[in-house]
Each structure stands twice: as structure tokens, then as C-alpha cells.
């Protein structure tokens, strides 16, 4: 199972070549850049723009003010005190150092870190992607790559301008692992590569544990498979996963919390389990040495087991599903309409342009793979690119964020089908029918082709998605409750600025106005789309429901001070119509408790004290 190189990747144009690819990169990055500050401009959106970046930006804001670097506490979000937010310090750091290099340099430090580190992730990411598709399918793949790839990062918006998310760390981190499987000179340092990003992906977020635990079974399966450079490259990513592990384990955590679990955060779970398997794969690649296939499979099989073992009598809690102990409530009235959270064929309903989008050039790939290793003999990097999309497609069918990796992968192989029809189209006796392949080679290739062509063929209507999600969820939907789908504007600086006015309180308010509130306010909330913020969102969800006066109870217990509303919010209409008779339906039908006194009322959000 060994694969050529094309002959470009010889050592003496390898400088020239990287040099090549990467400037390919940034003219991709600079293009991207243009066409997404003028959107930005033209539509005037906010920077950031989504939930997780602009709590990032909270975040890094406390870090800069002076909380410790080993303090996860969000102490303005959730019940007097917050909770401990379970994001890794490792994505704070450099933009935090963005931050202060902008403000030295007299720039506004916030917006150039939300251009510059989006975009700097983008590019190595798509260097990623272009090196991938050379190592795949040669020199020709790369022109398929760069355009494919960038149309693709865009169309999920995972690197847009203002971006502070951590999935496209996790992206990149993933891109450049699968680069590192897929060549086969340079095993050891290979290996190394391969393994510390796999370490980097788990350090940055759980949401990676399945694909990072597939490129595990991956490297074990070329230690078992190949011969003397399988074991170094086996060797190589378990020493290198084992300290990467470590190494961000002792960078992020304090040690005051070295003894503690935590399932959903870098932990020292992590810390044992990821030790044990990675060392114990060094160990048994080491031991493989002069060993069989078959020898190499058992000692494989007898690590697995020593992992199982420990961790079903280590961390039992742990092999649960990642929500298994939330209250039903917040399954009922949050995690469960989570749309990054849901199953992507749970969208076929209501939202085929999104499964489309999202599933088809993965398909497709996997397709490419399987015909192209019929065609030239199955080899090296077919098994490795194969086994990386189907894990990833596989998670995208699980949970639709899946495919952001689903969907960046898939780029390679197609790059590949692409490269080939251009070289038949331009041939010297090339046919019409060449070109035409050509065409539609391009076309299956970008997701936005899908997504669009579903669009046509099943129109999105987002009021009649929000309805067959309200019905869905056990309530008659209704055409008196209004979805603004431009309610975007309740979460803009602009909009927020005047609850400054206000003396700094706890905020009644739904979950997807909590991380807005606390980027452009000073003001606490008590709900946030946080499954750490139990509590506060427990609280938040009776008071919506429940009668008027019982509501009141429970924000008064719960410390709230104020209640702000956004009419236009999904979620708004969402409880609205599961619960008309609650204090939040009451609202939107005009039937405002006098409890409640008016304080602010500027045409995007309206605000009342709680007496």
C-alpha cells in the first residue's frame, strides 16, 4: 500500500513548490477578503455577527481586563456568580494578542483581529487543501483546489470576517492532519504532524473526539497494514498526541483543577486516556517491529481493550451521550432545536437547500474515491482520504456540524475529478462532449451548486420552517405568531447601547440575545445557548412558560432586574406558541403584565423593570 509521488515533489523543487501553493492560497485569501468586506459593508452586519464569536470576544475581553488565564468563570452570564465556561484559552491567546498588536498600532484592535484572524486561519487552511489535492492527484489538482476550496469555505461561512468560533481552528487543525496522512515520505516526522494536531483538535473542543478517535484507528490500522514506515508513523503520532495532550493540558488548566473531570472540557480524562493511548501506540509500534500483520493486529487489539477497560472503570460518566444529563426542559425548549446539534437528515422536512449543501459533494467524493481506486489499483491514499470522508460524513449525518469537515475534505477528491476532465477538454482532438464533462465536473464539485438547485426545486420559506418546528414540537402553529428573519438587528451595538443608559443589572431575555447583551452592554443575563449555564437557562425557560405571576416569582428568585425583548426572535415566537398562556406568549400578544414597567422602546428592542 504504497503510493507514488508525482515527480514535482522531488526535494529539489520542494521549496518552490510550497512556496507556490501557498501563494496560491493567498490570492484565494485576498479575493475572499474583498468580496466579504464589501457584503459586510453593503449589508451593514455587526462584527461578529453569531452567538460563539461574539462570547469569544466577551471572553478574550475579561482575559485582556485582567482575569486569569486559568479562570474559565463567565461570571456576567447565568445565576449570581456565572459558571465555568468549558472553552480552551488556546483560541483566546492569539486573538487577544491580534487585539493588542492592532491598538499598539492605532487600529481599532477588535476589528482588525476579526479580519485578520478568520482570514490567517483561511489561508492555512486552503494551503492545507492545496497540498492535499497535490499529494492526491498531483500538480493538476491544485488550480481545482484553490477555487473549489474557496467557494467551499465561504458557502459555510465558517471563515467569515468576524469569526471567533473555534470550529475553524478545529478545521485547519483537521485539514493539515489529513495532509499528513495522506503523503507517505518522511513517516516519523509525518506521524509527529499528524498526532499533534489530532491533540490540538481535542484540546480546542470535545465536538472533535469521533474524528479525532477515527485518525487514531487510522493510525493504527498503517502500523498494522504497512511495513517499517507505518510503524514509525504510528509511533510518531502517538508520542506526539500523548504530549500535545499534555502540553495544552498544563498550558490551560490550573492546578488547582489537575484532579477534576469534566467530560466536555480538557480535563485530566483527557489527560489519562489520551496518555495511555498515545504512548501505548508508541509502545506496541515499537514492539510491532519484526512482528506479522495478524501480531500487529492482536497488540492493537490489546491496547483498544486496556483503553476500554480504563475508561469504563475511570470515567464511566463520560461514555454517555455529551447531553445525557441535562433536564428535559432544556432538551425540550433548547438543545433539541439546536440546528448544529440536530441529525442533518432531520432538515429534510423543512430545510432540503441545507442537506443539500451540506451532504451531497461529500456523497460525491466518496464516489470519486471509490472509482478512481477501481481505475488505478486501491493504494495508500485512497484508504486514508476514503476513511477520513466517510468518518466525516458519517458525523454530518449524526450532527449536521459535522460538515464543515465533511464538506472541506470532499475538496480534495473532487479536485482531482476536475483536474482530469480539464486535461481531456484541453487535449488537441478534444470533443464537445469533453468539454461539457468538464462543465458539470466543476458544477457537482461546489456545495452551493446543491444547496441551490434544491432551493429551486424545494423553496425555503423560513416563516413555514419555523412553524413546522413549533409543530414539530408539539404545538398547532399559528399565523399570528411574526418570525422577522431579520431580526439581526436586536443584536447590534447600535440597538443595545441605549440598556447602557441603565444602571448594570440581571437581564431577563432569551438565550440568543444573552451573548449579544454581554458584548454590548454592561449588563448581566440569566439564559445564554450554553449547556454549562443549567441554572440560569432553567430559570429563563419557567419564566417564559409559566403563568404571569409565577413567572415573576421566578425571575425575581433568580435576581433578574429587567426584561428585554426582541419580537422579531425565532426563539421569542418559538415560545410563544408552545406556551400561549405563559408570560412570554402573554407579551407577544400585547397582554403585558403589570408588573412589568416600560423603560426603553427604540424600534428594536423594548425593555421593562421587573417591580
Same mark, same amino acid.
Given at each position: 500500500?504504497?503510493?507514488?509521488?508525482?515527480?514535482?515533489?522531488?526535494?529539489?523543487?520542494?521549496?518552490?513548490?510550497?512556496?507556490?501553493?501557498?501563494?496560491?492560497?493567498?490570492?484565494?485569501?485576498?479575493?475572499?477578503?474583498?468580496?466579504?468586506?464589501?457584503?459586510?459593508?453593503?449589508?451593514?452586519?455587526?462584527?461578529?455577527?453569531?452567538?460563539?464569536?461574539?462570547?469569544?470576544?466577551?471572553?478574550?475581553?475579561?482575559?485582556?481586563?485582567?482575569?486569569?488565564?486559568?479562570?474559565?468563570?463567565?461570571?456576567?452570564?447565568?445565576?449570581?456568580?456565572?459558571?465555568?465556561?468549558?472553552?480552551?484559552?488556546?483560541?483566546?491567546?492569539?486573538?487577544?494578542?491580534?487585539?493588542?498588536?492592532?491598538?499598539?498600532?492605532?487600529?481599532?484592535?477588535?476589528?482588525?483581529?476579526?479580519?485578520?484572524?478568520?482570514?490567517?486561519?483561511?489561508? /492555512?487552511?486552503?494551503? $492545507?487543501? @492545496?497540498?492535499? =489535492?497535490?499529494?492526491? &492527484?498531483?500538480? #493538476?489538482?491544485?488550480? +481545482?483546489? !484553490?477555487?473549489?476550496?474557496?467557494?467551499?469555505?465561504?458557502?459555510?461561512?465558517?471563515?467569515?470576517?468576524?469569526?471567533?468560533?473555534?470550529?475553524?481552528?478545529?478545521?485547519?487543525?483537521?485539514?493539515?492532519?489529513?495532509?499528513?496522512?495522506?503523503?507517505?515520505?518522511?513517516?516519523?516526522?509525518?506521524?509527529?504532524?499528524?498526532?499533534?494536531?489530532?491533540?490540538?483538535?481535542?484540546?480546542?473542543?470535545?465536538?472533535?473526539?469521533?474524528?479525532?478517535?477515527?485518525?487514531?484507528?487510522?493510525?493504527?490500522?498503517?502500523?498494522?497494514?504497512?511495513?517499517?514506515?507505518?510503524?514509525?508513523?504510528?509511533?510518531?503520532?502517538?508520542?506526539?498526541?500523548?504530549?500535545?495532550?499534555?502540553?495544552?493540558?498544563?498550558?490551560?488548566?490550573?492546578?488547582?483543577?489537575?484532579?477534576?473531570?469534566?467530560?466536555?472540557?480538557?480535563?485530566?480524562?483527557?489527560?489519562? /486516556?489520551?496518555?495511555? $493511548?498515545? @504512548?501505548?501506540? =508508541?509502545?506496541?509500534? &515499537?514492539?510491532? #517491529?519484526?512482528?506479522? +500483520?495478524? !501480531?500487529?493486529?492482536?497488540?492493537?487489539?490489546?491496547?483498544?481493550?486496556?483503553?476500554?477497560?480504563?475508561?469504563?472503570?475511570?470515567?464511566?460518566?463520560?461514555?454517555?451521550?455529551?447531553?445525557?444529563?441535562?433536564?428535559?426542559?432544556?432538551?425540550?425548549?433548547?438543545?433539541?432545536?439546536?440546528?448544529?446539534?440536530?441529525?442533518?437528515?432531520?432538515?429534510?422536512?423543512?430545510?432540503?437547500?441545507?442537506?443539500?449543501?451540506?451532504?451531497?459533494?461529500?456523497?460525491?467524493?466518496?464516489?470519486?474515491?471509490?472509482?478512481?481506486?477501481?481505475?488505478?489499483?486501491?493504494?495508500?491514499?485512497?484508504?486514508?482520504?476514503?476513511?477520513?470522508?466517510?468518518?466525516?460524513?458519517?458525523?454530518?449525518?449524526?450532527?449536521?456540524?459535522?460538515?464543515?469537515?465533511?464538506?472541506?475534505?470532499?475538496?480534495?477528491?473532487?479536485?482531482?475529478?476536475?483536474?482530469?476532465?480539464?486535461?481531456?477538454?484541453?487535449?488537441?482532438?478534444? =470533443?464537445?462532449?469533453?468539454?461539457?464533462?468538464?462543465?458539470?465536473?466543476?458544477?457537482?464539485?461546489?456545495?452551493?451548486?446543491?444547496?441551490?438547485?434544491?432551493?429551486?426545486?424545494?423553496?425555503?420559506?423560513?416563516?413555514?420552517?419555523?412553524?413546522?418546528?413549533?409543530?414539530?414540537?408539539?404545538?398547532?402553529?399559528?399565523?399570528?405568531?411574526?418570525?422577522?428573519?431579520?431580526?439581526?438587528?436586536?443584536?447590534?451595538?447600535?440597538?443595545?447601547?441605549?440598556?447602557?443608559?441603565?444602571?448594570?443589572?440581571?437581564?431577563?431575555?432569551?438565550?440568543?440575545?444573552?451573548?449579544?447583551?454581554?458584548?454590548?452592554?454592561?449588563?448581566?443575563?440569566?439564559?445564554?445557548?450554553?449547556?454549562?449555564?443549567?441554572?440560569?437557562?432553567?430559570?429563563?425557560?419557567?419564566?417564559?412558560?409559566?403563568?404571569?405571576?409565577?413567572?415573576?416569582?421566578?425571575?425575581?428568585?433568580?435576581?433578574?432586574?429587567?426584561?428585554?425583548?426582541?419580537?422579531?426572535?425565532?426563539?421569542?415566537?418559538?415560545?410563544?406558541?408552545?406556551?400561549?398562556?405563559?408570560?412570554?406568549?402573554?407579551?407577544?400578544?400585547?397582554?403585558?403584565?403589570?408588573?412589568?414597567?416600560?423603560?426603553?422602546?427604540?424600534?428594536?428592542?423594548?425593555?421593562?423593570?421587573?417591580?
Amino acid at each position: 500500500m504504497t503510493m507514488a509521488i508525482p515527480a514535482e515533489a522531488g526535494n529539489r523543487r520542494t521549496p518552490r513548490v510550497l512556496i507556490g501553493d501557498m501563494a496560491a492560497a493567498l490570492a484565494c485569501i485576498a479575493l475572499y477578503g474583498l468580496l466579504l468586506t464589501a457584503s459586510r459593508m453593503l449589508t451593514g452586519l455587526e462584527l461578529p455577527a453569531d452567538n460563539d464569536s461574539m462570547l469569544r470576544l466577551v471572553m478574550v475581553r475579561d482575559l485582556l481586563n485582567g482575569q486569569g488565564w486559568f479562570d474559565p468563570q463567565l461570571s456576567r452570564m447565568g445565576l449570581e456568580g456565572g459558571f465555568p465556561m468549558h472553552w480552551s484559552r488556546l483560541v483566546d491567546a492569539p486573538i487577544a494578542a491580534i487585539i493588542l498588536a492592532g491598538n499598539a498600532l492605532g487600529l481599532d484592535g477588535e476589528g482588525a483581529a476579526a479580519i485578520v484572524w478568520p482570514l490567517t486561519l483561511m489561508a /492555512l487552511a486552503l494551503f $492545507a487543501v @492545496i497540498r492535499a =489535492a497535490r499529494a492526491y &492527484g498531483g500538480e #493538476a489538482a491544485t488550480l +481545482p483546489a !484553490a477555487i473549489i476550496g474557496t467557494v467551499t469555505f465561504y458557502s459555510v461561512s465558517i471563515f467569515s470576517i468576524g469569526q471567533f468560533d473555534h470550529h475553524n481552528v478545529q478545521l485547519t487543525l483537521a485539514l493539515f492532519l489529513l495532509l499528513a496522512f495522506l503523503h507517505d515520505r518522511k513517516p516519523l516526522r509525518r506521524g509527529l504532524l499528524a498526532g499533534f494536531m489530532a491533540a490540538g483538535m481535542l484540546a480546542v473542543g470535545m465536538e472533535t473526539t469521533h474524528f479525532v478517535a477515527a485518525a487514531g484507528a487510522g493510525a493504527v490500522l498503517v502500523f498494522v497494514l504497512e511495513g517499517a514506515g507505518g510503524r514509525r508513523f504510528a509511533g510518531g503520532f502517538g508520542l506526539a498526541f500523548a504530549g500535545g495532550l499534555a502540553s495544552a493540558f498544563f498550558i490551560t488548566v490550573g492546578p488547582a483543577a489537575w484532579g477534576a473531570v469534566a467530560c466536555d472540557a480538557l480535563s485530566s480524562v483527557h489527560l489519562v /486516556l489520551g496518555s495511555l $493511548a498515545g @504512548i501505548g501506540l =508508541a509502545v506496541i509500534a &515499537g514492539a510491532g #517491529a519484526n512482528r506479522t +500483520p495478524p !501480531a500487529r493486529m492482536m497488540l492493537s487489539g490489546a491496547l483498544a481493550i486496556l483503553l476500554g477497560v480504563a475508561a469504563v472503570t475511570l470515567y464511566p460518566n463520560c461514555l454517555a451521550a455529551p447531553y445525557a444529563g441535562l433536564d428535559p426542559l432544556l432538551h425540550d425548549f433548547w438543545l433539541d432545536h439546536v440546528i448544529e446539534a440536530r441529525p442533518a437528515l432531520s432538515f429534510l422536512g423543512e430545510n432540503v437547500p441545507l442537506v443539500a449543501s451540506r451532504l451531497a459533494t461529500p456523497l460525491v467524493a466518496l464516489g470519486v474515491v471509490v472509482w478512481q481506486a477501481r481505475k488505478g489499483g486501491f493504494a495508500h491514499k485512497h484508504f486514508v482520504l476514503g476513511a477520513f470522508l466517510l468518518a466525516a460524513t458519517l458525523i454530518t449525518v449524526w450532527q449536521v456540524r459535522g460538515s464543515n469537515f465533511a464538506v472541506a475534505i470532499a475538496v480534495v477528491p473532487l479536485a482531482t475529478l476536475v483536474a482530469g476532465l480539464r486535461q481531456r477538454a484541453t487535449a488537441d482532438r478534444a =470533443a464537445t462532449a469533453d468539454t461539457l464533462k468538464m462543465a458539470l465536473g466543476w458544477l457537482v464539485s461546489v456545495n452551493l451548486v446543491w444547496g441551490s438547485l434544491a432551493s429551486l426545486a424545494f423553496p425555503p420559506a423560513k416563516a413555514a420552517q419555523m412553524r413546522s418546528q413549533v409543530a414539530s414540537a408539539g404545538a398547532a402553529p399559528s399565523a399570528a405568531i411574526k418570525v422577522d428573519p431579520n431580526f439581526s438587528e436586536c443584536l447590534n451595538a447600535q440597538a443595545l447601547d441605549d440598556l447602557n443608559r441603565l444602571s448594570p443589572q440581571t437581564i431577563l431575555a432569551v438565550s440568543n440575545l444573552g451573548s449579544a447583551l454581554l458584548l454590548h452592554t454592561n449588563h448581566r443575563t440569566l439564559s445564554g445557548p450554553y449547556h454549562r449555564n443549567i441554572a440560569g437557562n432553567l430559570a429563563a425557560i419557567k419564566a417564559f412558560t409559566g403563568a404571569p405571576e409565577e413567572a415573576r416569582r421566578i425571575a425575581r428568585e433568580a435576581g433578574a432586574t429587567l426584561f428585554v425583548h426582541c419580537a422579531g426572535n425565532p426563539e421569542t415566537a418559538f415560545f410563544a406558541a408552545r406556551r400561549r398562556e405563559g408570560m412570554l406568549g402573554q407579551v407577544v400578544a400585547g397582554k403585558v403584565p403589570d408588573w412589568l414597567e416600560p423603560v426603553l422602546e427604540n424600534g428594536a428592542i423594548s425593555a421593562w423593570r421587573i417591580r
